[in-house]
């Protein structure tokens, strides 16, 4: 599989990919969408599973029990199938009733929100992406994208989104802040200084919805190919049917899920801020030839005027800061547009050789 260079081009608005294929019998990948990859993933009995109700348990030893097995997921695997979340299951069932409403809609109706910049905090259309043999595919995959904090965004259409969005992301920044706690107090870092830094009251947080249709070929094409995601932590639910992938070493192993649980991944910016203890791990979306599969996403991030380095009492632990300090909106914006820079990922760009030290 060639690898992705820095040609990304994520706000192109083409007929979406549910209408073409809800508007012919397909039986073969249209050449556009070519991505030739082997979507096999493999099963695993280890994937960490966190029981998050332990982790507000009055119980001390189950509590403390909770923030190691949440320390130990993000350092060995930077993924975990997070259950007991306090989340209802009908607030979930009602997100994935509501973002296939919006898929739904006609093509006018969403092509308003064609996104012209990265910036725009309501994007909606599909992705191009040309690999380093310079050729071009289209990802298998209709998708909307909003910022939701601090500031709210929302298509006005269907009504029920709005209300639904609010709640559910509501919840899952209450989530972040206390695996944020848990992650913290596992490495001893004063509570309070990280706070500070990472300014969670005014967290930067974006929802994505993804639409998969079934494929004729899945392995000629691909939902989404393999990136880290920016930001502390991202949480997944999808409708049902299964197509995150998560890579560990070296092998991809599908992230399959009881139901009603979540899915979380370490992200970026935790990745940088435990100075490379904990992390980003790279997935993929897999698509499949039977079923239509939507994923509802929240990438949960500091607030976007947080610089973003190696948290200070770490790197005097290490004796060095592996990653360089960037402004989180910043960050965001750039991987928007460019997911990899020469070829390498941005959070590979991102660190600092034992070499070339930066003087703070």
């Known amino acids: 599989m060639a690898p992705l260079s820095d040609s990304f081009q994520p706000f192109e608005y083409d007929t979406a990919i549910k209408v073409l294929a809800d508007s012919s019998d397909l039986k073969a990948v249209p050449s556009k969408f070519k991505f030739v990859n082997e979507p096999t993933g493999l099963n695993s009995d280890s994937l ?173 094409a691909i939902g989404l190919p393999p990136h880290t995601d920016p930001g502390l932590f991202t949480f997944l639910i999808h409708n049902g049917v299964a197509g995150l992938q998560i890579q560990h070493d070296g092998k991809w192993f599908n992230a399959d899920s009881p139901q009603n649980s979540i899915l979380v991944n370490v992200a970026d910016q935790l990745q940088i801020f435990t100075n490379g203890r904990c992390k980003s791990v790279m997935h993929r979306a897999v698509v499949n030839d039977e079923r239509e599969r939507i994923s509802m996403v929240v990438a949960n991030g500091p607030s976007k005027e947080a610089i973003m380095g190696p948290a200070a009492p770490l790197v005097k632990k290490d004796g060095r800061a592996i990653y360089r300090p960037m402004k989180y909106i910043e960050y965001v914006e750039a991987q928007l547009v460019k997911s990899r820079v020469n070829g390498k990922p941005i959070l590979e760009q991102m660190m600092i050789e034992e070499d070339d030290q930066v003087v703070n």
């Open 48 to 220: 960490p599973i966190i029981d998050f109700s332990a982790l507000t348990a009055n119980d001390p030893d189950q509590r403390s029990k909770a923030i190691h097995d949440v320390g130990k997921a993000c350092q060995e695997w930077g993924f975990f199938i997070l259950v007991n979340h306090g989340i209802p299951e009908f607030l979930m069932n009602s997100l994935a009733t509501a973002t296939r409403e919006f898929f739904n809609l006609p093509e006018t109706e969403k092509k308003q929100y064609e996104a012209k910049s990265a910036s725009d905090p309501i994007k909606c259309g599909n992705f191009n992406v040309t690999n380093t043999s310079n050729q071009t595919f289209t990802l298998w995959r209709d998708y909307l994208k909003l910022y939701v904090h601090p500031e709210f965004h929302c298509p006005l259409k269907p009504p029920v989104l709005k209300e639904i969005l609010l709640e559910y992301t509501k919840r899952i920044r209450e989530l972040t802040r206390k695996l944020v706690e848990a992650v913290s107090e596992n490495l001893e870092l004063d509570q309070h200084y990280v706070d500070e830094v990472l300014k969670l009251d005014s967290s930067f947080q974006l929802f994505a919805t993804n639409f998969y249709p079934p494929c004729p070929e899945p392995d000629k």
